[in-house]
């Protein structure tokens, strides 16, 4: 593939200066990383309205300035492009924050804990929903159940979602409420886990968790609106200025456009919508709201589920269980959809996880597009891709949206999962840059925290938070520093059809940088996770500043 990068000579950074206007900003006081393949870091970088009208020496930079300049000085702390998450979900991450949040939980017990104590500071008999646990670490070694949730509130209507979106526990109450008995069947591509007498434990994976959708109330439109403005303002203070906001709904799209309008939302936002909102993308094609901040890209699809519940697809059966996992999308319905967003040039990003679901995705995008491989498609995930298929990303054309975060915290449960041959191509970051995919890191929070730190240090570590590795996390495809960057950078720009604007620091690109107080390229691997955000700049305006 054709890498569209100046020559470190052409990068003398030097852009004609034109009259020096209001409003510059000077970021200087540290190394500033531009991105660019074999340039080196660059003294300053000046900002001007909106783009980037130089980088280079100190003295060349304020002299360029204008008079007014806001100098802004990193005190040893180092700048880079604009860090971007290739997946999240906006709402989610906003609603984490609102709601009863449970990505802190180690336990069933603490579980429990988190919901009495929720019930008892919200008493009375309204639902409680929550979302963040993840079972994979407890001591208990199991899902939770309805059992668990009726002693913590009994009779209450509780629902919560596993951290990975794919599964929910709910409550006795819940589950009368929503008429779900013993005999009741699971729909196609969901799971009723049930108990050695035959009933229902309370577990539902994936499209089974529809069965209960109704027993809690949706969201109010204030509520969301909150929940966008609190998300984009948490990763503004975490250094992202951006980020590709996965299976939207249409009346959030809307939202995100009036907040932006009025100024209180700063991000940069690629939108790939759910099927159920994806009319306005299928009709029209991409498009951009009036601030140049908030994009509609595409239309987000799933092919299977999660590792952890069982549910990805797996081309031979799971090493802990039977079963080769779910597929949550029929070949008609699936084709039907690309085909529609192929007519109006809109992407399609496509969740897959198993080595089985990769495939078929790679299958479905052949048969809609041929031998166009310049569509940019996406598959979301990409984390157990079997040898055969791994070359076929770079010839198709496709993009690997993985997240780094997902390996550090899955590979404590992948070797049982997958067994020790198929770990070799799960989370194959390195293998799949080689193969010469553009691999776009993100983190798919709420399911992760969001933080560009620990993606970064996953990215090159491929440890725990805490240090921990071994033979099975196949610590050869952790990446260098510059190629992660590059997939936190530029590689989410280029997945947006973006690369000309905005994943380099160069002049006449957008001024999207971020800033930490360490330089994360340099410092031991430990101390990544301990740099703070010091700065974030989106469109040529500080979103945050420390």
């Avoid at 870091?41 to 000046?46: P, Y």
């Avoid at 990215?459 to 590795?469: E, M």
């Amino acid at each position: 593939m054709r890498r569209l990068f100046p020559s470190a000579a052409a990068l003398a950074l030097v852009l004609a200066a034109g009259p020096a206007l209001a409003g510059d900003i000077l970021v200087h006081g540290g190394p500033i990383h531009t991105g660019v393949a074999g340039a080196p870091a660059a003294e300053a970088v000046l900002i001007r309205d909106r783009t980037i009208a130089f980088v280079g020496p100190l003295a060349a930079a304020r002299a360029k300035a204008a008079k007014d300049v806001r100098d802004i000085d990193l005190k040893g702390g180092a700048a880079y492009p604009g860090f971007v998450d290739a997946h999240a979900h906006l709402t989610g991450i906003g609603l984490r924050e609102l709601t009863l949040n449970l990505d802190k939980t180690d336990s069933v017990e603490a579980l429990v804990a988190a919901v009495r104590d929720y019930a008892a500071a919200h008493p009375g008999d309204a639902p409680i929903a929550g979302r963040g646990w993840i079972e994979t670490h407890w001591p208990e070694k199991r899902f939770p159940t309805r059992a668990d949730l009726d002693r913590a509130a009994p009779g209450r209507i509780i629902v919560l979602g596993r951290a990975d979106g794919h599964a929910v526990v709910a409550s006795s109450a819940a589950l009368a409420k929503a008429g779900l008995t013993r005999d009741t069947q699971a729909p196609a591509g969901g799971q009723i886990l049930k108990d050695d007498k035959g009933e229902p434990t309370g577990m539902l994976v994936d499209h089974a968790q529809a069965l209960v959708e109704t027993v809690i109330p949706p969201p109010s439109p204030a509520l969301k609106r909150q929940a966008l403005e609190t998300a984009g303002k948490l990763y503004a203070g975490r250094g992202w200025t951006g980020l590709g906001n996965m299976s939207v709904e249409a009346a959030d799209l809307d939202l995100l456009r009036s907040l932006a309008a009025e100024g209180r939302f700063s991000l940069r936002v690629d939108n790939y919508m759910d099927p159920s909102g994806a009319e306005e993308v299928l009709n029209t094609g991409p498009s951009a709201d009036t601030t140049g901040l908030i994009r509609l890209r595409g239309i987000k699809l799933y092919m299977d589920g999660a590792l952890g519940s069982r549910g990805a697809a797996l081309l031979s059966p799971y090493s802990d269980a039977e079963g080769l996992g779910l597929v949550l999308t029929e070949h008609g319905q699936g084709l039907a959809l690309m085909k529609k967003a192929r007519a109006v040039n809109a992407q399609v990003a496509m969740h897959a996880i198993g080595d089985r679901g990769n495939r078929m995705v790679l299958d479905w995008f052949g048969e809609t597009l041929g031998t166009d491989t310049g569509r940019r498609w996406r598959i979301e995930h990409a984390q157990v891709v079997d040898a055969a298929d791994l070359p076929r990303f770079s010839k198709m054309g496709v993009v690997a949206s993985m997240q780094p975060s997902h390996a550090i915290g899955d590979l404590y449960f992948a070797p049982a999962r997958l067994g020790k041959d198929r770990l070799k191509g799960a989370y194959a970051w390195a293998d799949m840059l080689k193969s010469g995919a553009v691999v776009a890191a993100g983190s798919d929070a709420p399911v992760e925290v969001g933080d560009p730190r620990i993606e970064f240090y996953a990215a090159v570590a491929r440890k725990s938070l805490t240090g921990f590795s071994n033979a099975d996390w196949h610590p050869e495809e952790a990446v260098t520093r510059q190629q992660a960057l590059r997939m936190l950078t530029w590689a989410p720009a280029y997945a947006a059809f973006a690369d000309q604007q905005r994943g380099t620091l160069e002049p006449g690109k957008a001024a999207d940088l971020t800033a930490f107080d360490r330089d994360l390229m340099t410092v031991p691997e430990a101390e990544i996770l301990k740099a703070q955000p010091i700065l974030t700049v989106v469109d040529g305006k500080v979103a945050f500043e420390r």
